[in-house]
């Protein structure tokens, strides 16, 4: 999963002043699925005050089909020689102006407190691939967030703004949508929009940090639904922060919450229900059997320059539960890792698994070794999705550094 590579990426020191450009290239061999691969790789990064660009691409050999074309097949998938992109800015004031933008492959990306787009990944079907955008801008006291799975040909996109209306108190708007979510009758799909209205309360005294939060939700012909949430952390040791975040859902018989969730893109095409039927998410809803008390809860810590982790679960009616969990570690002792994962559980059995996995190993002489492993899906040429492993060891050298 390429979003993975993507924030291990973000991770890198960033240069303060001057422009830094270093190349890279590596040579991996592994598996896709039941063949065995190998893989070359170039990358140019390039950083400097308040921005990093890294391009570049893989060509991956597998052993019976040779030269993997279906990586490269989609005006979307050649955009992703840009594999990431961010740019920063501010006036430096406290209730000033501010702008943040990254490019990429989407990982774990919500808008607002997640109650329309929450956890979404884009990265799951290995034969399309997405060049994502997500960004954040203030002035004074408003906000706005803008998600987008694919600046190419985009299909989910959302936008949030928030205005404070006392100190502490924040009022919210957010719209998004799947212009094109598949049923079982139109595999092309059918446009789902969602709106929301939502209200933030925001405390800290110290080293703690607490908010209170509710939003109503809308989805547009379908049904309507109500999240009350509380979130708050702590300093725990110095710089150690301890978070935890909880939330009642409740909705109406064909409301599913956050819509667009960490295993949307195999969702959106196959699901299984309460009933064990299988259909595609909007199915799910237009048959509905979803109303209900569902949670939500999250478990966070953050260890600056150590690592950050998450752990969530969602209880959701009528369908299966997802759980959630996400590791990630700058670099330390030459050392960098990563894990995403994401799984549809219900009391006996999985219904979707996806799974990325990435370490870097610096060596003497600009050397460096990186490990990959990843269950993702990918079509079956029946309309069907199925699992697929792909593990990958790589040996590569970087210049510039």
Do not use: K
């Not at 009642?248 to 299984?272: D, F």
């Not at 190993?361 to 792909?390: E, I, Q, S």
């Amino acid at each position: 999963m390429r979003a993975l590579a993507v924030l291990l990426a973000l991770l890198a020191p960033a240069t303060a002043g001057a422009q830094e450009v270093t190349g890279s290239g590596s040579l991996g061999a592994g598996i896709f699925g039941p063949q065995a691969e190998t893989s070359a790789e170039v990358g140019i990064d390039v950083s400097g005050s308040g921005y990093a660009l890294g391009i570049g691409g893989r060509a991956r050999f597998l052993a019976s089909d040779g030269f993997r074309g279906e990586d490269w097949d989609e005006l979307s998938e050649q955009a992703r020689v840009i594999r990431y992109g961010t740019v920063t800015w501010s006036d430096g004031e406290p209730d000033g102006n501010a702008v943040s933008a990254a490019l990429g492959e989407l990982g774990g990306v919500s808008l607002g407190h997640g109650s329309i787009i929450d956890g979404y990944a884009s990265g799951l079907d290995v034969d399309h691939g997405h060049l994502g955008a997500q960004a954040r801008a203030q002035s004074g006291r408003v906000s706005g967030e803008l998600v987008l799975d694919d600046l190419v040909a985009p299909r989910i996109g959302g936008v949030r703004v928030a205005a404070e209306a006392e100190e502490d108190l924040l009022l919210g708007v957010s719209v998004a949508g799947d212009r094109a979510a598949p049923t079982m009758d139109d595999p092309d799909g059918d446009a789902v929009a969602a709106a929301a209205v939502d209200g933030e309360l925001r405390g800290e005294d110290g080293s703690t940090r607490g908010a209170l939060y509710a939003d109503a939700v809308g989805v547009a012909g379908l049904g309507a639904g109500l999240h009350v949430g509380g979130s708050g952390s702590a300093l725990i040791g110095g710089e150690v922060r301890l978070g935890a975040r909880g939330e009642l859902r409740a909705g109406s018989r064909h409301y599913m919450p956050g819509w667009v969730g960490p295993l949307y893109e195999i969702e959106r095409r196959q699901m299984i229900d309460a009933s064990g039927m299988a259909a595609g998410e909007l199915d799910s809803a237009e048959t509905g059997g979803l109303a209900g008390i569902g949670a939500a809860g999250a478990l966070t810590v953050e260890a600056p320059s150590v690592a950050t982790g998450e752990i969530g679960y969602a209880a959701r009616r009528g369908v299966a539960d997802v759980v959630t969990g996400r590791v990630l570690a700058p670099f330390h002792q030459h050392a960098q890792v990563g894990l995403w994962t994401a799984a549809a559980v219900r009391a006996s059995s999985v219904d979707a698994l996806a799974l990325a996995a990435e370490a870097r190993l610096r060596l003497p002489d600009r050397m460096f070794l990186r490990a990959d492993a990843a269950r993702l899906v990918r079509d079956d040429d029946g309309g069907l999705l199925r699992p697929v492993w792909l593990i990958e060891l790589a040996f590569g050298a970087s210049l510039g550094e």
